[in-house]
């Protein structure tokens, strides 16, 4: 048997034990598993993390045998890898234990099939009940396949030692209601402690660092209140298109793709207080107390606070791009939004009255996301004569890419009475020459190892629904039948703008070079 390459990566004295399990994959052929899920499972073993015995099923509908599904996967590995070369030795590791059932999600005959399966392989005596269901299928499948399991009795059983899980991807219901009644037939079957909601931004490395960050430090979290803090940026910018998901794409709209999830975890974790530990249910305790504590808008206030907008035809990178309307599977009179900015408040005693500027869009000049938080203007009387304002002092966490925080601040200009701005930069990848794990290694092994830090607990779902409902409520009370349209290659509506301008501020400018991140400010 090969062994795993352990001089390439150093498995720190703090990593879980993973004990033997079955990974069974629901839509074992789609895109995630092919593109995040074996990716992921073939870089756990190549740094050392899996088990000895371990066994990955695919479960679809495709009439494939062993062989092919082992093939598909090896090709997906090729394709999708972050690394490479594949090394063979791991691949074949992983090849050997990877098996194929067809079945069809909504027929309970294929899981008594799947539970025969478990308990007959060779490696059954060493995992037992220890099962990680992995829901990779369309949303609409999610309740039939708990409930299925359970008939076949592959649910967690009272008094069993070992521990069946469940992975849920995203999205997680489409609104509020949707997302009760979800967690309401997940639960029947699986205690929520067994449920694994996934959030992929939960597992980048970046993510993680903002808790790290925040209460590892004695020098930014004294300042982290309203006494000094101004404002905070939260952009997830993205230049693609919504391509061939525009089916997906056009019922949920940036709003639920992306802020419902991704961007109220970044805020979440920016805003929360200091956990009593770093277990899970203390962290995710603080979490909901932020959401819970940003008072609703009326519609009035969300239309007043918000901007939505959709990409027009228009060159990006080049490239011709047509609108949003035009694209595949897109309604051509589609009022779904392609982008979105929303300004929050947090009613709590360090927030109160610190705004919080959310956006996110498809189509726009730069891929990047990134956190600012933005400090006060230094009093002005010692340096009155300056015909330029002191800036503000920003501490930018870049998300993605190029990963680092920096820091701007004012400095003398030398043999000059005057300031100027200064910046202080650090990047991940300058420092230590760690590996960085893609966020889908990091998910399987927290949910491998029964570590629920990093997936989101019933009641933030429900809680970031109850914010995302209210604000898309007031949008559709609006009753307009225009949206906005914003030019690809560009930083979104002059709405957007619009929205800081009238509050004084303005947006940072996205990145430029790796170098190059002043902060705009003239
Ligand atoms: C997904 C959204 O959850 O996140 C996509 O459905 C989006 O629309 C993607 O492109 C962004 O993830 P990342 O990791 O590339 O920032």
């Not at 693609?240 to 794409?249: A, D, H, L, P, V």
């Not at 504590?293 to 791009?321: C, D, F, M």
């Not at 349209?485 to 709405?495: D, I, K, N, Q, R």
Request: hydrophobic share 35%; charged share 25%; net charge neutral.
């Amino acid at each position: 048997m090969a062994s795993p390459k352990t001089s390439r990566s150093v498995v720190p004295a703090s990593v879980p034990k993973i004990n033997p399990t079955a990974v069974v994959i629901f839509g074992a052929t789609g895109d995630l598993t092919q593109r995040k899920i074996i990716p992921a499972l073939y870089h756990l073993r190549l740094h050392n993390r899996l088990p000895e015995h371990f066994v990955i099923i695919g479960f679809a509908r495709r009439p494939y045998g062993e062989k092919e599904f082992r093939m598909l996967l090896k090709q997906a590995l090729e394709d999708f890898s972050h690394t490479h070369p594949i090394d063979q030795e791991v691949w074949h590791w992983l090849e050997k234990n990877i098996y194929y059932l067809q079945g069809d999600l909504a027929n309970p005959e294929d899981y008594i099939k799947l539970a025969r399966l478990l308990e007959t392989l060779p490696e059954a005596k060493y995992y037992r009940a220890n099962h990680l269901f992995y829901l990779a299928t369309a949303p609409k499948y999610f309740p039939v396949v708990a409930e299925n399991l359970a008939k076949a009795g592959l649910n967690p059983q009272a008094g069993e030692l070992e521990q069946r899980r469940l992975i849920v991807e995203k999205p997680f219901g489409t609104d509020l209601n949707s997302a009760r009644e979800l967690n309401a037939i997940l639960q029947k079957y699986f205690p929520e402690k067994s449920i694994y909601r996934i959030d992929h931004y939960l597992g980048k490395e970046t993510v993680q660092n903002l808790l790290y960050f925040r209460f590892g430090n004695s020098i930014f979290e004294p300042l982290w209140d309203r006494k000094y803090i101004d404002h905070i940026q939260i952009t997830v910018a993205e230049t693609q298109t919504i391509g061939s998901r525009g089916e997906y794409y056009d019922a949920a709209g940036a709003s639920r793709d992306m802020l419902q999830n991704h961007l109220m975890q970044l805020f979440s974790l920016i805003a929360m207080e200091p956990p009593a530990s770093l277990e899970a249910e203390s962290i995710r305790d603080e979490k909901v107390k932020v959401l819970k504590s940003v008072p609703i808008p009326s519609a009035e206030e969300w239309i007043h606070n918000s901007v939505r907008a959709q990409y027009g035809p228009g060159i990006l990178g080049g490239k011709t791009v047509k609108a949003y309307r035009e694209e595949d599977k897109v309604s051509r009179k589609s009022l779904t939004e392609t982008y979105v900015c929303v300004k929050l408040e947090v009613d709590n005693w360090r927030w109160s009255g610190v705004p919080f500027y959310l956006r996110t869009g498809k189509a726009l000049a730069k891929q990047f996301s990134e956190i600012c938080i933005v400090f006060n203007r230094p009093p002005c009387v010692l340096f009155a004569n300056s015909t330029k304002k002191v800036a503000r002092n920003w501490l930018k966490i870049r998300i993605q890419p190029n990963e680092g925080i920096h820091l701007l601040f004012n400095t003398k200009v030398p043999n000059q009475p005057a300031l100027e701005e200064a910046k202080m930069d650090f990047y991940y990848r300058k420092y230590g020459g760690h590996y960085f794990p893609e966020a889908y290694e990091r998910l399987l092994l927290d949910a491998l190892a029964g570590e629920s830090t990093l997936f989101t607990r019933s009641d933030e779902v429900e809680y970031a629904w109850k914010i995302i409902d209210a604000l898309r409520n007031a949008w559709n009370e609006e009753d307009c039948d225009a949206i906005p349209l914003y030019a690809p290659g560009s930083m979104g509506p002059v709405e957007a703008d619009e929205l800081l301008r009238r509050d004084g501020r303005y947006w940072g400018p996205p990145p430029k070079e790796e170098e190059d991140i002043g902060n705009g400010e003239s």
